[in-house]
T-cell receptor, first 114, second 115 residues
C-alpha cells in the first residue's frame, strides 16, 4: 500500500538551477496539492489540482510550476532555484468527496539551495 | 486574517503520563478542524477530523475536543508512549465553495515522551 510517494527524498541545488520534484499516488484521488514546510511556520499551499488537466495557485506559488497530465502524478517544478526556496516540500492527495476527507501526505523532499 | 495558534510550542512528559495540547483559531467560516501527527522526517498523518457539530472525537489514546463557540480545540493523549514523540499539527478548514481546500495549518506542538 504505497499511498503518496515523493522523490527524491533529499536534494541540494545551486542558485539558478531548475529541478522537478515528483509526486505519485495510487489511491485514485482527484485532489492533489503541494505544500512547503519551513521552521516555526505551518504548512503553506503552493499549488493544487482538482483533477487531470486542472491546476491552480495556492498562497505561495511564485517560482514554482505544476502540471497534472494523469490522475496519479503531480510534479512540482522549480524554474530557477533561489535560497528562499530551501524548505521541506510535501505532496498530499485526497478524495474530492466532501470537505471532511483526510489528506494523505508523502514523506517529503528536503531541498537545500546554495 | 485566518490564523491557527497552537500551545505549547514544545512539551516534555514522562512515559505513561497524560497531556493536553491546545489550538485556538480565527478561521471563518469554519468547515472542520483536523489534528495530524508528524513523526520526525515523515509526512503528517491524520488523527481526527471534527465538523462544526462534533465536540469530541477519539482515535485510540487520542481524544480531540472542539468548542466552536470559543474557537478552541484540544488534543488529549492518554497514557503516553515513547512512540507518541512527534509534532502535532492543528489544521482548520474554511467552508469551501468550489475547488481549493482552504486549510490553515498551525505551526505544531513538538511533544517529547521520555522513559
Amino acid at each position: 500500500n504505497a499511498g503518496v510517494t515523493q522523490t527524491p527524498k533529499f536534494q541540494v541545488l545551486k542558485t539558478g538551477q531548475s529541478m522537478t520534484l515528483q509526486c505519485a499516488q495510487d489511491m485514485n484521488h482527484e485532489y492533489m496539492s503541494w505544500y512547503r514546510q519551513d521552521p516555526g511556520m505551518g504548512l503553506r499551499l503552493i499549488h493544487y489540482s482538482v483533477g487531470a488537466g486542472i491546476t491552480d495557485q495556492g498562497e505561495v506559488p511564485n517560482g514554482y510550476n505544476v502540471s497534472r497530465s494523469t490522475t496519479e502524478d503531480f510534479p512540482l517544478r522549480l524554474l530557477s532555484a533561489a535560497p528562499s526556496q530551501t524548505s521541506v516540500y510535501f505532496c498530499a492527495s485526497s478524495s474530492m468527496g466532501g470537505d471532511n476527507q483526510p489528506q494523505h501526505f508523502g514523506d517529503g523532499t528536503r531541498l537545500s539551495i546554495l | 486574517k485566518n490564523q491557527v495558534e497552537q500551545s505549547p510550542q514544545s512539551l516534555i512528559i514522562l512515559e505513561g503520563k497524560n497531556c493536553t495540547l491546545q489550538c485556538n483559531y480565527t478561521v471563518s467560516p469554519f468547515s472542520n478542524l483536523r489534528w495530524y501527527k508528524q513523526d520526525t522526517g515523515r509526512g503528517p498523518v491524520s488523527l481526527t477530523i471534527m465538523t462544526f457539530s462534533e465536540n469530541t472525537k477519539s482515535n485510540g489514546r487520542y481524544t480531540a475536543t472542539l468548542d466552536a463557540d470559543t474557537k478552541q480545540s484540544s488534543l488529549h493523549i492518554t497514557a503516553s508512549q515513547l512512540s507518541d514523540s512527534a509534532s502535532y499539527i492543528c489544521v482548520v478548514s474554511l467552508l469551501r465553495v468550489t475547488g481549493r481546500r482552504a486549510l490553515t495549518f498551525g505551526s505544531g506542538t513538538r511533544l517529547q515522551v521520555q522513559p
